[in-house]
């Protein structure tokens, strides 16, 4: 019974097993990553049955991906393997602090050859939310078609969509084309979940409530801003607030923490909880995520998140 969907590219990663220049390392330690193969994993170890849709070569990449959604209980009935283009991959640098630098292979992938009958398929009878990331529409003009139609068939679905602007400018070649399109999905969404560097860029103001407003005005029901260490400010027609983030000890990457964030949001309210428990859920997950290498592997189980609120009462 799948109650929520997700749709993007895998990747195979290779993360540097040393402090050095991408192009010294000698080592590297394999991961699979992908905003939205995040998203999936965190979910399915909340217990919610997600689905992915997505397309992946037929390489030793793409088998891995395959048997590494398997192993994370995600429903990759929506998976296809396609014998003519490769998997897309990534390298990324091991830092001591800050953002590690990353290198993407995934011109003419075989996810940027997704099209609109790759998503025909699906069955919306039991999903009930729908969470998208603004990478795919960047990948190819057919990826950006079939995004549109996934989202219009949840809004006639009347599925929930959540969607994460998760900006990439070196995937676009016109930044104000980008914007156009980015915000094009957002207001279609239920919720939005932009950082406030990507408001800055997508509505022209840094200030949360200023970015908040821009899309609440053009119909989205609620608005999350992430600022950073500041925690994350939320806005709806009705209330906001600000969600004080958790305190980190030691940041080990900082990749993926938008993706945890979207799965507490998405799993509490799922799961009945309210915006501010839903929240204050995404903060600590976002929390996790940092102090693990790999994109997912902070990703916590319902033991892990307990046990993180039992340590973090205050």
């Not at 990663?13 to 995040?38: M, S």
């Not at 997505?54 to 396609?82: A, Q, T, W």
């Not at 950082?195 to 908040?212: H, R």
């Amino acid at each position: 019974m799948v109650e929520v969907l997700t749709i993007g590219e895998p990747m195979g990663l290779l993360v540097a097993d040393e402090i050095k220049p991408l192009e010294q390392v000698e080592h590297f330690t394999r991961y699979v990553c992908g905003a939205e193969v995040n998203f999936a994993v965190g979910m399915a170890r909340l217990g919610h049955k997600v689905a992915y849709v997505s397309k992946i070569g037929n390489d030793p990449f793409g088998k891995h991906i395959k048997d590494f959604l398997v192993e994370n209980k995600i429903d990759n009935r929506y998976v296809g393997f396609d014998d003519e283009h490769m998997t897309g991959m990534q390298l990324k640098a091991k830092v001591a602090s800050g953002d590690p630098e990353v290198v993407n292979f995934r011109k003419n992938t075989a996810f940027a050859n997704l099209s609109l009958a790759d998503i025909e398929a699906i069955d919306w009878s039991t999903i009930k939310h729908l969470h998208v990331t603004g990478i795919p529409p960047a990948l190819s003009l057919s990826c950006r078609q079939s995004i549109y139609a996934l989202v219009e068939a949840a809004k006639k679905e009347q599925v929930r969509i959540s969607f994460d602007p998760n900006l990439r400018l070196a995937l676009w070649k016109d930044k104000a084309e980008m914007v156009e399109v980015i915000n094009s999905l957002a207001i279609q969404a239920d919720i939005v979940l932009p950082g406030v560097s990507e408001g800055k860029i997508l509505t022209g103001s840094d200030d949360p409530e200023t970015i908040a407003d821009f899309y609440l005005k053009q119909g989205v029901e609620a608005a999350i801003i992430k600022v950073g260490v500041q925690g994350a400010f939320v806005k709806t027609k009705a209330a906001k607030f600000m969600m004080p983030a958790f305190k980190v000890d030691h940041v080990v990457d900082t990749v993926g923490a938008g993706d945890g964030f979207a799965v507490g949001v998405v799993s509490a309210l799922l799961e009945g909880q309210n915006l501010q428990e839903a929240v204050r859920r995404g903060s600590a997950i976002g929390a996790l995520a940092v102090m693990s290498p790999g994109d997912n592997e902070g990703l916590p189980t319902v033991a892990g998140l307990d046990k993180f609120f039992r340590e973090h009462k205050n």
